[in-house]
């Protein structure tokens, strides 16, 4: 069992998966995330959308280690209010590269903060005879 705090265990993972809902229909959307100063901050493409529902809005993010194998794995999921923002410098440094292209077209970021709550971590303990076998 992971001894981290869940917010510290997401810089092991680069992508998760956003939750909320736009005109009351919940969707899921990947994002790419980072940690800086106890926030987390997404990288989502424009051309989705989902920026428009999520400004201001209370979201649920996860990640998790599962398509790494081994013996330990673990799951993050954390709610808490999201905001588009303007990143400085430092911010998109720390994103790395962005994908050429997001379901075909140009890749547009769009970058949220959010203020983890409620933050919980679930983990799978395999024997180290046994380890998970259904990794990508």
Known sequence: MPTEDPISLLSGVSYGRLA??????????PARHITLDGAVFL??????????????SVVA?????????????WSVQFTGLAEIIEPDERTVRAFGAEPHRADGKPFEPVYLRIEPQFATVH?????????NQHAA
Do not use: K
Request: charged fraction near 20%; hydrophobic fraction near 35%; glycine fraction near 10%.
């Open 43 to 56: 990288r989502i493409h424009r051309g989705f959308g989902y920026h428009r529902s999520i400004d201001r």
């Open 61 to 73: 993010y996860g990640a998790d280690n599962f398509t790494e194998g081994g013996t330990a794995m």
């Open 20 to 29: 909320t809902s736009m005109r009351a229909m919940p969707f899921v959307a």
């Open 123 to 131: 983990t799978l303990d395999y024997l180290s005879e046994q380890p």
